[in-house]
Antibody
Framework: QVQLQQSGPGLVKPSQTLSLTCAISGDSVSSNSAAWNWIRQSPSRGLEWLGRTYYRSKWYNDYAVSVKSRISINPDTSKNQFSLQLNSVTPEDTAVYYC???????????WGQGTLVTVSS | EIVLTQSPGTLSLSPGEGATLSCRASQSVTSSFLAWYQQKPGQAPRLLIYGASSRATGIPDRFSGSGSGTDFTLTISRLEPEDFAVYYCQQFGNSPPMYIFGQGTKLEIK
């Protein structure tokens, strides 16, 4: 059974960097059949895909256009986890952030528990 | 950019009844990239249906998905008390790669 365990701060100041980590058990971040995603949810924006990282002989990343200029998703093979960094946050980035395993380029079958991140001074 | 519109916004039904939830895409989409999720308060979404009609592991057979092109349906026959939740459809688009969610349908107890 795949499990995703999220960690990271729940409060970030405006203009600073939001950083979250998703530890994977039951699968590998280097899997050739999965992609590792970050998704957020807020009342104003609903469920919003942020980006993904995946390994297919080399590492690839895809990011949502809305955050492309300030996002980075990185794998850590030594710890079997992946991370999210979102720079220059504003209160609009306040949301519950989820990590999720993507399969067949089309759906998410396992999700982390979610982390409420509030952007406030 | 594809937009997914779910209807109705809220559906009020009683246990034992059947439910039909709709997801309409602004342009034709690939059925193999259409999924449905259930979300309860304080929980992450749970995968119900992928490829428009395939049930995910452990999902009861009272949940079924259908549709093609721009119109997709999630059907729940014989509602159980644990089925009252918010349901989302989701589509993957390839140029550029992106995942799109509908705004959700809240299924509430009447």
């Amino acid at each position: 059974q795949v499990q995703l365990q999220q960690s990271g701060p729940g409060l970030v100041k405006p203009s600073q960097t939001l950083s979250l980590t998703c530890a994977i058990s039951g699968d590998s971040v280097s899997s050739n059949s999965a992609a590792w995603n970050w998704i957020r949810q807020s009342p104003s924006r609903g469920l919003e895909w942020l980006g993904r990282t995946y390994y297919r002989s080399k590492w690839y990343n895809d990011y949502a256009v809305s955050v492309k200029s300030r996002i980075s998703i990185n794998p850590d093979t030594s710890k079997n986890q992946f991370s999210l960094q979102l720079n220059s946050v504003t209160p609009e980035d306040t949301a519950v952030y989820y990590c999720a395993r993507g399969r067949s380029w089309s759906y998410y079958d396992f999700w982390g528990q979610g982390t409420l991140v509030t952007v406030s001074s | 950019e594809i937009v997914l519109t779910q209807s109705p916004g809220t559906l009020s039904l009683s246990p034992g009844e059947g439910a039909t939830l709709s997801c309409r895409a602004s342009q034709s989409v690939t059925s193999s990239f259409l999924a449905w999720y259930q979300q309860k308060p304080g929980q992450a979404p749970r995968l119900l249906i992928y490829g428009a009609s395939s049930r995910a592991t452990g999902i009861p057979d009272r949940f079924s998905g259908s549709g093609s092109g721009t119109d997709f349906t999630l059907t729940i026959s014989r509602l159980e008390p644990e089925d009252f939740a918010v349901y989302y459809c989701q589509q993957f688009g390839n140029s550029p790669p992106m995942y799109i969610f509908g705004q959700g349908t809240k299924l509430e107890i009447k």
